[in-house]
């Protein structure tokens, strides 16, 4: 029986690219593990990707769009989010330290409003 190895093209590991000029490249099946990017990747496509354990430090996702992202047991700190939208998650266990929440809406709610009514009932 034949194993089917999903990257038999060439094995570049190890290689290093600078200053490389690489638009409109296609990487289809290519094994990226342990690789650093200090790169340009505006309007890339990233789909079925597996980033487990990836570290996102000092990059732009202005404007970026997440669907059907798989974002449990991630840590976010020190993140620019206003005007985030966020619909059909699951935030069961999420927690927020920490933050600026003026202007935040839960359902339509500002969360500032939800706080102040607590304080008020339980006060």
Same mark, same amino acid.
């Given at each position: ?19 490389? /000029? ?7 099946? =290519? ?14 496509? &990233? ?12 990059? /732009? ?8 992202? /798989?974002?449990?047991? $991630?840590? =976010? ?6 005007? =985030? ?10 927690? %927020? ?8 809406? %839960?359902?339509?709610?500002? =969360?500032?409003?939800? &706080?102040? $009514? ?6």
């Amino acid at each position: 029986m034949t194993s089917q190895n999903p990257f038999d093209g060439p094995d570049l590991s190890g290689m290093r690219y600078e200053r490389a /000029n690489m638009t409109e490249a296609r990487f289809d099946g =290519v094994n990226l593990a342990n690789a650093s990017f200090y790169a340009v990747l505006t309007n890339a496509s &990233f789909k079925d990707t597996n980033l487990g354990a990836a570290s996102f430090d000092d990059v /732009n996702l202005g404007h970026a769009t997440f669907n059907n992202v /798989n974002l449990s047991g $991630a840590k =976010v700190s020190d993140a620019n989010l206003s005007g =985030v939208r966020i619909s059909q998650a699951t935030l069961t266990d999420l927690e %927020i330290s920490d933050a600026d929440l003026t202007g935040m809406k %839960i359902n339509g709610v500002l =969360v500032t409003d939800l &706080f102040a $009514a607590y304080e008020k009932t339980n006060g």
